[in-house]
């Protein structure tokens, strides 16, 4: 049977005993399981995967939903084994897991997407960069990885590379772009920062950075709230 890497998004209780299960795979994409008798509580049932620790799955059964067959350990990337996310951290993984939820449709294989998760997934347990550092490269790679992304250097109607000292308009369908009046309006200095991973100097650049890559994502993900905000700002009390 082949087996993928695979690590769990978001599971709830299905009938009386079983649980669904959203699984992003580096081989498959998003995929969803049936994993019948997993809530039961007697010795010998199956243990419940938990979110963030690196598995493999296989998938079996005919027709309808699929269910994860087996479900082992995978060897963790370098940096991952043993890590726990705790906080705030533990805010911004639902917060990622939420992401790719909304945003990936089901069996759409983005090995490149899936790399990126487990890269921000070790960034958050060494925690050697801000969080707000993470959470824009993240978000700005899916983008990229759903063909939606654009050249965050150079405007579009120019050609030429963003200045910090400058004003530009960001609009989700073509870009940055310097000479028009429609799209959102957004300081050189957040947009050269933003392309090159670097945190923001000001509370208003780091908030104007996060509205923009919420336009931006705003036609895959919805308008809907986000649950991991809720923890996020119970983490920080």
Known sequence: M????????????????????????????????????IRRSHKGAAGRPTPFSPLQIGLSGRGGMPVACPIEPASPAAGLAGCWLRGQALA?????????????????????????????????????????????????????????????QQTVDTGLAVHPEQTYRVHPE?????????????????????????????ADDRRAAQALLQMLLAPLIGAAPFHSRRLWRSSAE
């Not at 993928?4 to 081989?27: G, I, K, M, N």
């Not at 073509?174 to 000001?202: F, K, Y």
């Open 92 to 152: 911004v993984g639902f917060y990622l897991n939420e992401l790719l939820l909304r945003a990936v449709q089901p069996q759409e294989p983005l090995p490149r997407l899936f790399a990126a998760y487990e890269e921000a997934l070790l960034a958050l347990c060494i925690r050697q960069e801000p969080f707000e550092v993470l959470l824009r490269r993240f978000e700005r790679r899916l983008l990229d990885e759903l063909g939606v992304g654009f050249d965050w």
């Open 2 to 37: 082949e087996l993928s890497r695979a690590y769990v998004l978001h599971s709830r209780p299905w009938r009386e005993t079983s649980l669904l299960v959203d699984w992003f795979t580096e081989d498959w994409g998003r995929v969803t399981t049936c994993q019948r008798g």
């Open 174 to 202: 073509w870009g940055i772009a310097a000479e028009t009046a429609q799209g959102m309006p957004v300081a050189g200095r957040v947009l050269c920062a933003l392309a090159a991973n670097q945190p923001q100097q000001h």
